[in-house]
């Protein structure tokens, strides 16, 4: 069984988009909600840089990658900033807990 | 087969992160994974990007979450999850085999072409609008940050934004922290003179006494009443701890609004309207006695 490396790349990006998926399920932390996003990004960027080799622009993927690479860590520094207000303002990272308004 | 190894790497560092109780391992685990990818991204050729990625991912990152955790305390979460686990990792196993069915065809072999363009070229000259997003994201962020990471003042200041904006004749007093106590002229000490403000928990009231509020939203804090103040609205926005707010005096202005944006400073711009926000009491009992 030999694949090629973009087929291990691509194979890498299922999993990760799967594990990913789980996490976002599972978790209760808004923290660790924050770490399964990142994830989530990590097998988006490896999916471009897999596409980019297949198609040989990977100047154009590492482009990309970069955007990606920019805007996720703008994503995890905002969204670590509100899961700071909402545990100094309702005093749990719990995401069950945060229901102000029960149907 | 090396690439084989690194995917394998970075998947368990990814399932660790997840399974991980405490943030500060997950962070850990989440550092590594970024890292193994990284070494991926090298491995397909994507040397720039995997640089960004090392340092940005692995480092800054990771940095950002243990400085949120210890900000935040690392407490765990126990119970159960909204969605059962056996479910959500049937869900996953779905996905993850419907992604593999779907990507099973892309399994070329890799070019050995060099690429024609390299990264320099693209991100500058093709993709340049990218780059100004970027910026544009970035400042994006920080200002978000900032605006987020702010004391509460910010929240006070459009409160009190909010009380001078309202509507005049009907004075106001805003109260925006949670056990605001309903003053009628004075905090629920003694010496109940009219006007009328009311501070329902949690949000802006609105009085409709001529005479002007005071809003006193917590414990031991004291508002000299309104003595006598022929205003229209003089709106006095008291949102947190211990903030009084001592409203105008023969304020002859339409609206005399007495903000108090921080927990001692008090600002009223009425006419001879004294205004003292103290931090106890007894100076505002004091100034109460000396008109």
Known sequence: MSLSPIAIALLGVAILLGIGFYG????RNLIKLIVVLQILAKAAMLAFLAAGSAQEQMGLAQSMVVTVIVADTVVAVIALAL???????????????LTNLRG | MVELLLVIAAVACAIQAIRADRLLSAALWLAGASAFMAMIFYSLGAREAAIIELSVGAGLVTVLFVFAISVAGDQSIEGKPAVPRALAAMLAGLCIIGLIWLLRDIVAPAPTAASASTLTTVLWHDRALDVLVQVALIFTGVIGLLGLLAEPRAAQASASLAALASPAVASLAACPTDQAAASPAACPTDQALASPAACPTGQAAASPALASPAACPTGQAL???????????????????????????????????????????????????????PTESVEVEKEAARL
């Open chain 1, 83 to 97: 899961a700071v207000q909402v545990k100094r303002r309702y005093g749990t990272l719990d995401v069950r807990k």
């Open chain 1, 24 to 27: 976002l399920l599972v978790a």
């Open chain 2, 223 to 277: 508002a000299s009443p309104a003595l006598a103040s022929p205003a229209l609205a003089s709106p006095a926005a008291c949102p947190t701890g211990q903030a009084a707010a001592s409203p105008a005096l023969a304020s002859l202005a339409l609206a005399s609004p007495a903000d108090c944006p921080t927990d001692q400073a008090a600002a009223s711009p009425a006419l001879a309207s004294p205004a003292a926000c």
